[in-house]
C-alpha cells in the first residue's frame, strides 16, 4: 500500500496546480491560514482531485461563523433573536459540515458541539451589548489592493457604526484567549481597518474581537500607520503562496489530522515501517541517531567546562589586576588579559532605526537581509537578475527530531 502510494506521488506532479492558484480570482485570508500551517497540503486542497477535508475544530468554527452570518443578517432587518432558534440554526450548519470532516484521532463530536452551543449562547448574549441599530453590515466581502499585482479578498465578519466611529469585528471560537499585544499582530483584522477608513466615512475605527466562548470583547482603536505594516507582511505571504512551484511539507501538530498524510513524503517511512516493520531505513536512522546522541553528549561535556573555565577566568583576571600582570606564564601556554568593551544594542530597535535615519547613517549602516535573498533565489522567487548573479548547488543536510 504505502508503495503504492509513492507510486502515486511520482506520477502525480503537484506542480500542475501552480497554474490554477496562479489563476486563482484572488487569494483569501484562509488560503493563507492552511498555506502556513503545510504548503504541501494546500496545494492538494485546492486542486478538483482532492476534496475538502476539515477538522473537527474547523467544523466547530464554520457552524458557529454560518450561524452568526445568518442571524446577523436578520439583525439588520430588526428581527429579534432567540436563542433556541439560533441553536436550532447551529445544529442545522453543524449536520451541513460534519460530513467533511476527517477525524483519524477519534475526537468526541460531543465536546466540539456542546463548546458550539456555548459559542452560541454567548453570541446572542453579547448581541444585546452591540445591538442591531450599530450593525450596518453582515459578512461584508470585498478586495483589498496590496500592489499593482496582487489583492486579497477579505470577509468581515460585521461592520458596525456608532456616531462618527465605524466597527470591524470577528468572533472567536478558540478556547484560549489573546492579549491586546496579540491582537496588534493580527493582520486580517488590520488589513479589515484599511478597507474601513477607505470606504466608510468615519472619523475613528476600531477593531472587535468577540471571544464567544469566554464571552469576552476587546476592543483597539486602528491607526492606519500601524495597520499599513501589515500590507507588505501580507504582501509577502501572497506572494510566496502563488509563486510556489514545488511546496514541500511542513510537520506540525497539524499532521494527525491531516487527509493526505499516507502520500505525505514525511511520513511514507514511518507508515511503512507501522505496516510491515523495521527496514533498512530504520537501521540507517538508528546508526544516524546513535552519532547524534554521542555528539550531544560532548557538547554537553563542553557547557560544563566553558562553565568551569569561567570560573577561572574570573580568578585569573582577579589575580592578575592585583599584581599589574597583563599575561600568565603557564607550563604548556602563555595566558594573554585584556580587557575590552561589548556594545549591547536594545532588542527593540525602533528608536535606534528612527535615530539612525534621522542622522543619515540609516543607509550607511545597514545591510540588506541577505539569508531572505538567499532563501528567494533558492525558490525561484528572486528577481531574475540576482538570480542569474548566484550559483545554486545542491547540498545534502540531515535535520534529527528528537522523539516525543
Request: with cysteine.
Amino acid at each position: 500500500m504505502i508503495k503504492k502510494c509513492a507510486e502515486q506521488r511520482a506520477e502525480y506532479s503537484i506542480s500542475y496546480a501552480s497554474d490554477y492558484l496562479t489563476n486563482m480570482p484572488g487569494t483569501s485570508f484562509e488560503d493563507l491560514r492552511r498555506h502556513l500551517r503545510c504548503p504541501y497540503a494546500y496545494r492538494l486542497d485546492r486542486t478538483d482531485a482532492f476534496p475538502d477535508k476539515i477538522t473537527m475544530q474547523e467544523c466547530l468554527d464554520r457552524s458557529v461563523r454560518d450561524t452568526i452570518a445568518g442571524f446577523s443578517r436578520s439583525r439588520i432587518m430588526g428581527d429579534r433573536m432567540k436563542e433556541e432558534k439560533v441553536l436550532d440554526s447551529f445544529w442545522k450548519h453543524w449536520d451541513d459540515n460534519f460530513p467533511k470532516v476527517y477525524d483519524p484521532n477519534r475526537l468526541d463530536p460531543m465536546q466540539f458541539i456542546r463548546l458550539g452551543e456555548k459559542c452560541i449562547r454567548n453570541f446572542v448574549y453579547q448581541s444585546t451589548r452591540f445591538g442591531a441599530a450599530d450593525i450596518i453590515a453582515s459578512h461584508m466581502e470585498g478586495t483589498f489592493r496590496l500592489s499593482e499585482k496582487y489583492e486579497i479578498l477579505i470577509d468581515i465578519e460585521e461592520v458596525g457604526r456608532r456616531g462618527t466611529t465605524a466597527y470591524v469585528t470577528r468572533y472567536i471560537t478558540d478556547t484560549k484567549m489573546l492579549s491586546k499585544e496579540q491582537l496588534a499582530g493580527d493582520h486580517e483584522m488590520m488589513i479589515s481597518a484599511l478597507w474601513a477608513m477607505d470606504n466608510l466615512n468615519a472619523r475613528e475605527v476600531v477593531m472587535r474581537w468577540v471571544f464567544l466562548i469566554q464571552s469576552t470583547v476587546t476592543e483597539l482603536t486602528a491607526f492606519r500607520k500601524e495597520c499599513s505594516q501589515s500590507v507588505p507582511v501580507v504582501l509577502s505571504q501572497v506572494d510566496e503562496l502563488i509563486r510556489e512551484k514545488e511546496p514541500l511539507p511542513r510537520e506540525t501538530v497539524y499532521c494527525n489530522e491531516c487527509p493526505y498524510q499516507s502520500r505525505c513524503p514525511r511520513f511514507l517511512h514511518e507508515l511503512s515501517v507501522r505496516d510491515n516493520g523495521k527496514d533498512e531505513g530504520t537501521e540507517l536512522a538508528n546508526q544516524y541517531l546513535e552519532i547524534e546522541a554521542k555528539k550531544q553528549a560532548l557538547k554537553n561535556r563542553i557547557e560544563v567546562l566553558d562553565a568551569e573555565q569561567d570560573l577561572v577566568r574570573a580568578k585569573i583576571v582577579a589575580y592578575s589586576d592585583s599584581r599589574g600582570y597583563m599575561s600568565l606564564k603557564g607550563d604548556d601556554g602563555k595566558l594573554l588579559i585584556r580587557h575590552e568593551k561589548k556594545a549591547e544594542l536594545p532588542q527593540d530597535k525602533t528608536e535606534l532605526i528612527a535615530r539612525l535615519k534621522e542622522t543619515g547613517d540609516y543607509d550607511r549602516l545597514s545591510m540588506p537581509n541577505y539569508s531572505r535573498i538567499r532563501s528567494d533565489i533558492v525558490k525561484g522567487t528572486a528577481d531574475p537578475k540576482i538570480i542569474e548573479m548566484s550559483e545554486v548547488s545542491d547540498i545534502d543536510k540531515i535535520y534529527v527530531k528528537k522523539k516525543e
